[in-house]
């Protein structure tokens, strides 16, 4: 399997998706979700896949929680870009994140009749994802 380079440039922040309100406080460690643990690595998106990833893996959920990680955090050898058809290159951590990783969440919410691309085409979303 090849491995796609990473983006350039790379993204200042990336973000991880949780159907769930993350811990209070972020604990050093986060609790990995249990497709993050089968796999092996943590699920992560950039900005401009947030729509995508929300339209594939959360098409019922009519709510979810964004983490922004900042991404020059990590041993950037522990985040591989893996290439996965319609998101130029899913960013997969392999190791963990906690709080000091976390420079924000924020709770998105779907309204009636919305898609997940009509919610982050909005201007308050798009200034969030930066």
């Given at each position: ?83 996965v058809e319609d998101t130029n290159g899913c960013p997969h951590l392999y190791g963990n994140f ?33």
């Open positions: 399997m090849v491995i796609p380079p990473p983006p350039s440039p790379l993204p200042e922040f990336v973000y991880k998706i949780t159907p769930e309100a993350p811990p209070s406080p972020i604990p050093d460690s986060y609790p990995l979700s249990a497709l993050d643990q089968k796999d092996g690595f943590v699920h992560l998106s950039t900005s401009w896949q947030i729509p995508t990833t929300a339209s594939l893996f959360f098409t019922t959920t009519p709510s979810f929680y964004l983490l922004k990680l900042r991404l020059s955090n990590f041993d950037q050898a522990a985040v591989k870009w893996d290439e906690g709080a000091k990783d976390v420079v924000d969440v924020k709770e998105f919410v779907r309204g009636e009749g919305e898609s997940w691309k009509d919610v982050f085409e909005k201007e308050e979303a798009r200034a969030w994802l930066v």
